[in-house]
């Protein structure tokens, strides 16, 4: 039974990295203004969201089954506040520092009509800090990093969130930006 | 301040005869303000202010031209709905270039806008009063202030030196500290403006009728001027190589008479522009058209805050046009796609026909620019500036065929 | 049936009102109405009739759009968007 707690708690966290890559990819289409071949711009935020809490969801799952776990021994404080771990502290720490900005960001993207544009704003661009973050989490404190294929997944997780910043950095990368005067706000 | 005892300093007043009302004290100073006018009446409570000002069919002389009553009558019940206490401004910040009368009236007669400040502020007891006016007369408005004790409640805010800083959302942002930029609305600012409070926002000159037709009533305003514009307006005018100079001049004035009393050969214009860079223009044939809602409406053209400027028929109207909507473009706020967009594409367009472009679509792109401008901002500046723009390419048809046909001979300066 | 006329539309139910201070021409509300919205030339939208008075800035909604309209309220990536009473 611990076996298996403990390779649903590994597995839950790969899945949900692997989910918020996708979720981080869309939120950069979407802040582009473009469709996604046939799928239109208002389905791309909503996927984009949807992707987001489901990752959210895998990730709870990945906290409730490690805390049962004996080798991780992790206390409730683990969840919350950062670097106290008795095992691997830093690599933990980086898990729990996640944790913490997803929280943030899913919460204003929840209660972005109460909290308004620029908190919204300001706190969701952590997602830049945070998934960095937790992908160092995962090779830092995973039990799988000598293996082929997580070697395999964490460069193309890597390589297609690089790739996208490129493309957020580059001048067109706002539908219409070529053909618009900048604006004073 | 007690008004019996006024009454009693200064024998009964004659109201102003003729056409010379704001305009009739010799000098600015307060004696001979109150020696001129009379003392200020009590203060009349805001249904007979009310009533005074629809009678007199006072209309708002910032450029739109509401009936001034109705903001008055939109906000007391406001008031006692939400017993919050009113904010007065009274607006003189005239971001427009080619006007001048409400900085000349607050030279020539400023306890006339003060007194209009504390006629409506007294009528809906006002939690605050303000005067937003352009840097050259703060100084002659800050003299005028400490000249009398009745108006140390008026806070006098200098306004900032922009075409659209006088647009009221503007003022009310650059009065609570904010950029003075206009703002979202979709509640008036009668009902929620300076921190929430309901905001009355006056022009200046509308203020000063307003503290004559308290001193003078309503019957007495309309006894000049016509049933259509009643009372005096103060005009600028101006022309080519006539510096401006304002007058004030009875409602519904015919346009032409206006412009030969300053000097102006009204023969050798081709075109005057009412309303200034936000206006439209009245061709030469029609310059006997009254200064009035009914005889400019055919030309798009409102008497709005009383702008005449004359066009020489050597000037070339659509390099003239051209520099204008240039300007106006670099005055947007910044703030609004369609504004920040639209207004210097439409500019550049007109720019190439100005300076020698002959493709036939150049005209048609205008109009199209200036369709989808309009109406797609939070102020009026694109509209206004389409307004300008296509006025300019109705009555200016022949000089924009010649520039296609290359056969533009006038003065491209 | 073809709504890009107001007369094919029927009474307004709301009006869609565009603060254009936040608009940012992303696309989403015409997507979502296409009825109603299509785009400008530098991607703002741009209402269907938006030469009549206040129809540029303030958007007639018939019933039958409501609730789309509400959709691309809530979607807005610039909270830009809100239902007003005609």
Redesign the interface.
């Known amino acids: 039974m611990n076996e298996a707690l403990w390779a649903l708690g590994r597995g839950t966290g790969v899945v949900s990295l692997a989910l918020f890559t996708v979720s981080v990819l869309l939120g950069i289409l979407n802040r582009s203004g473009r469709p996604l071949f046939t799928l239109p711009r208002f389905s791309v935020a909503l996927v984009h969201r949807n992707v987001a809490l489901l990752a959210t969801a895998f990730l709870a799952i990945h906290l409730v089954t490690l805390f049962g776990d004996s080798y991780a021994q992790l206390r409730l404080v683990d969840f919350v506040v950062p670097f106290l771990g008795a095992a691997k502290p830093f690599w933990l720490g980086l898990g729990t520092l996640a944790v913490d900005l997803m929280l943030a960001i899913v919460i204003t993207a929840l209660l972005r009509g109460v909290v308004g544009v620029r908190v919204f704003k300001a706190v969701h661009w952590l997602t830049y800090l945070m998934w960095p973050v937790a992908l160092l989490h995962s090779i830092g404190n995973g039990t799988d990093v000598g293996q082929t294929w997580f070697i395999a997944f964490a460069a193309t997780c890597s390589i297609a969130v690089v790739a996208a910043l490129v493309w957020r950095l580059s001048r067109g990368f706002i539908e219409y930006q070529n053909v618009r005067v900048e604006r004073a706000s | 301040m007690s008004s019996t005892a006024d009454t009693w300093l200064f024998p009964a007043v004659q109201a102003p005869v003729g056409t010379a009302r704001l305009t009739a004290a010799p000098a600015a100073d307060y004696a001979t303000h109150q020696s001129t006018f009379g003392p200020l009446p009590a203060h009349a409570d805001s249904a007979a202010l009310l009533a005074a000002l629809r009678d007199s069919g006072l209309e708002g002389r910032g450029g739109a031209g509401f009936p001034a009553w109705r903001k008055l009558a939109a906000v007391p019940a406001r008031e006692r709905a939400r017993r919050r206490r009113v904010v007065v401004i009274g607006n003189a910040a005239e971001g427009e270039p080619l006007s001048q009368k409400d900085a000349t009236l607050l030279l020539r007669s400023p306890h006339l806008v003060i007194d209009g400040l504390l006629t409506v502020a007294g009528a809906l007891g006002a939690h605050s009063v303000y005067l937003y006016a352009q840097a050259s007369v703060i100084e002659s408005a800050t003299r005028a202030l400490a000249e009398r004790a009745d108006a140390s409640a008026i806070e006098l805010r200098e306004a900032a030196d922009t075409f659209i800083s006088g647009e009221a959302s503007a003022v009310v942002n650059a009065l609570a500290g904010r950029a003075p930029i ?3 609305r ?1 509640v008036r600012l009668t009902e929620s403006g300076l921190g929430g409070r309901p905001t009355l926002l006056h022009n200046v000159e509308t203020l000063a009728h307003i503290a004559l037709i308290a001193r003078f009533g309503a019957a007495w305003f309309r006894s000049v001027g016509t049933t259509g514009d009643p009372g005096t307006r103060l005009v600028t005018v101006g022309s080519d190589g006539h510096p401006s100079r304002v007058l004030e001049v009875a409602g519904g004035s015919r346009i032409g008479d206006v412009l030969r009393f300053t000097g102006v050969d009204t023969g050798s214009l081709s075109a005057v522009l009412v309303g200034g860079y936000h206006g439209a223009w009245l061709p030469a044939y029609a310059l006997e058209a009254r200064l009035d809602r009914a005889d400019l409406a055919g030309f798009g053209a409102n008497p709005g805050a009383g702008i005449l400027m004359g066009l020489g028929e050597r000037r070339c109207p659509v390099a003239v046009a051209a520099a204008v909507a240039s300007y106006l473009a670099g005055e947007t ?10 207004l ?2 439409m500019a550049a367009v007109l720019g190439r026909l100005a300076t020698g472009d002959r493709d036939p679509g150049l005209p048609g792109e205008v109009r199209r620019l200036a ?2 401008v ?5 102020c009026n500046h694109p509209d206004g500036t389409a307004r300008f723009v296509l006025s300019t390419l109705t009555v200016f048809a022949d000089d924009v065929t010649a520039h296609l046909n290359g056969h533009c001979r006038k003065d491209h300066r | 049936m073809n709504l890009r006329t107001p007369e094919a539309r029927g009474p307004a139910a709301a009006l869609l009102h565009i603060d254009w201070t936040r608009c940012d021409g992303r696309g989403l509300c015409t997507e979502i109405l296409p009825e109603l919205l299509a785009r400008d030339d530098w991607g703002y939208p741009l209402a269907y009739g938006y030469g009549s008075a206040g129809a540029g800035s303030n958007v007639p909604v018939p019933d039958t759009l409501l609730a789309a309209a509400a959709d691309a309220v809530s979607l807005c990536p610039r909270q830009a968007l809100t239902l007003v009473d005609p």
């Open positions: 206009p703002q979202d979709t706020a910044g703030q609004c796609g369609p504004c920040v967009n639209g210097p594409a369709a989808i309009t109406g797609r901002g939070s």
